[in-house]
C-alpha cells in the first residue's frame, strides 16, 4: 500500500477536461473517485467510467497506446497511480494480481472500493481488530534457553519481552540470537542482556493507518499492542496487509472451494465465513457488497456439497429466507425447502445430513411432497412470507418452475392480502421489526406486480424506481433506511461497532418508514 | 491560480501556547493548482525538548515514538525547503505558521524571518464561498462542517497526515468553487485586508 501511496496524486479534473487523448501510452492508473469521465472515439461518446471504477486499466497495464481519449463529464476527482508502482504490486503480490484482474474484467466494477481501503477506513479501523493471536512474551529474567524453547513451542520468529507487570520492555528476535550464538552467550544467560529494545508499542485503540506509519517511520516487523501499557498482543506487518486485503481472501476462499477434494477440507473453509464477513464489515464494505461475496461463496460450497449426489427428476432443493432473497443474516442461517415426488422421501436425511456436515449451519427445513397449492395452503403465514423468497439451488429444475408457478399467485389471493395488511397496520413502529417490515412489504409487493424472481430487497427497490412504480425519492430513501439498518445491524453482531444509530439517523429513518407505510397501504387498497 | 503552487499543512503540537508549548509532528503535502501530490507528502515525527504527558491522550503519540525522532532542527532545511515559494494553506493555519516561527526562532538562525509566508486559511475561503453564494458568513465553521459539506470521508483523527489529507481534499473542492466564482488570489488577499472574516 505505501507503494501505491507512494505515487499517488489526487486530481480534481473540471467538467470537459482531457485526462488523456488517444493514441498516448499513460502512464497512469487512473482511478474515479467522485464525478463521471467519458470515453471518445473522436467526439463520439463510447464509454463511461463512475464512482470506483478504473478508465481504460487494461491499456495502461498491457502498455498500449490508448484507443479513445477521456474527458471528464462533470467535475471529477481522479486518484491517479503511477503505473510502474502498480505493476510492481502486481509482480510482488499475486493475490493483488489476481484481484486486479477481476477487476478488469469489469465483473467486479462497481464492488471495487480500493480508494476506502486506503483512505478513510485505514483511519477509522482500530488496532485492536487485526490482532489475531494471543502474544508469545517471556519475563525478562527468563533463560536464553527457556526463551528459545518457547519460540519453537509457538512456532514464532520474535518474542515480546516483559517485566513483571507485563509491560513490554525489549523483543527477542531470530538475529538477536544468531547474534548471541556467534558472540558464545551461554544459553543460561537472561534474556534481558540479549533482547533488542526498545520494543515498539501501540496502543489498541489506535487506528491502522497509525501502526502503519510505525512500521513505515521505524523500518521493522513486529509491533507490540498494549493496553494501559500491559501488552495484549503483537502485529507484524502481514497481519496488517492481510487485513487490508480481506477482500482478495474472499476470491482465495471460492476457488479453495471449488477445488477443495473432499468435506473436511470444505468444512474448513467455510467455518471461515463467518469471520471474512466480520473482516469485511469491520472494513466498512457495505451491506450488499459483503452479501455478494457471500451469496457467492455461499453457493459454491452447497454446490460442491450437493455435487456428490446425481441431479436427479423429481426432487428440488431451494434455498428460502433471508439467504434464498441473497441475504444474510449472523451468524449465517441457510433455510431449505425441498420439493419432491413422495419416492425421494426416504432419501431427504443424506441431504440434509451432508449439508450440515460441510460446515454451514442450516436452519429450517421444510418439506413438500403434496401438490404446491395444497402445502403453501397448510403453511403459516410466516412461513409463507420466507418461501416467497425461494430460490433454486440443486435438482430438478422443472419442478422447482412448478412449484413457483404456485406460489405466483399465492400474494394476490385475499386471505394472504389481509394477513399482509396486518403487518402495516400498527401505527406505532418498532425499531427491532423495520428490516422485517421494509423487505416483507417490498417482497410481496413484488408478487404482486408480476416479479415472482428472488431479489435482494435494494435491488427490487431499485426495479420498482425504473419502472416508475415508486417514487425516486422514496425508493432512494428507502434503499438507504434498509441498508442503514442492516450495517449497523451487522456491525453491532460482529462487535465491530458498538453504538448504537445516532437518533438524527433514526428518526429520519422513521419517517421514511411512515411514507413507506403509507405507500404500501396506498398498494393494499386502503390508503 | 490553477497552476499555482501550494503545500498544504498540519501540526499536531503539545498545546496551544505558542511560546511554551512544542511541534511535535508535522505533516506537508505539495499541491499543484487542483493536483494533490500525496506520493511528495512529508510527514515526521518531531523530538520535543521535553516531553509533555497530556498530549498522548490527544495524539496517541508515546515517548517511546518520540524518542527516536528526529529533532525539529535536523528537519528544518526540508520543512523549509517544502514550504518555501508555496502558498501555505490548513485550517486555522495561522496558528500552525506561528509555530513553525516560533521554532525557527529557537534555532536562533534567523530563519524565522524567512517564515513570512502566504497562507490561504480553508476556514476563511469557505467564509468566502458562503458570501459569495448570498449566505451570511459565521465565524462558527469547524472541520467537520466542512467534511460534510464537501462529501469527505473520514474524520479529523488528531494525525497529522491524515488531518492534511482532509485538508488538501477540502481545498481541492474550495478552490474548484474559487475558479468558477472567477476569484483570485489577489482578491483574497484584498478580502483580508477588509477584514471581512
Redesign the interface.
Known sequence: MSELLSGMDVVLYKKGKAIFESNERIKKFYFVREGKVGLFDDSDLVGTAEKDEIIEASTSLSKITTEHSARALEDSIIFEFDITRVEKILQKNLLFKEFIEKLISGKLLSLLKLADMSESSIYEKRVSIVINKSPVFCFKDQTLRETIELMNRNDVGSVIVVDPEVRPIGILTHSDILRSIEKETPLTTSVERVMSRPVITIESEESIMDAYLKFLSHGINHLAVVDNEKLVGVISIKDLIYNLESRSHFFKISKDIIRSKDLEELKNLSIRINSLIKNASAYGFSYPSISYLVTTIVDAVLRKALSRFEPCSGMAIVLTGDYGKREFDIPLTIDLLIIGDEKFKGTISNYIEILSNSGLQIGNVQLCFDDPCKFLNSLPFSKLLEILDARFIFGDRIMYIKFKNALKDLPKQNTFLAKVKTLFGDSTIEYRGIVQLISNGIKVAGYIYGDPVSRPTWERLKVFESRGIMKKELAEDLTEAYLTLRTVELSIKTDTKKELLDRIIYKKIIKVVMEYKLWMKDLLGWG | MESTEFAVLDLETTGLDVKMDEIISIAIIPMTG??????KSF???IKPKKFHERTIKIH?I?R??L??APTFEMIFEKIFGMLNNRIIVGFNVIFDIAFLKESAKKLQKNHHKKFELKYLDIKEIEGLILLRAGIPVTPFIDFSDLLHKY?I???S?H?A??DAYIA??IF??Q??AL?EFKITLDDLEMMRRMQIF
Do not use: M, P, V, W
Not at chain 2, 34 to 39: A, P, R, V
Open positions: 487542483l493536483q494533490i501530490h500525496f506520493g510527514y515526521s515525527l496517541g508515546c517511546g515514538d524518542d527516536q462529501q470521508e473520514g474524520t483523527r494525525n497526515l491524515s488538501a481534499r481541492q473542492k478552490l474548484n475558479l
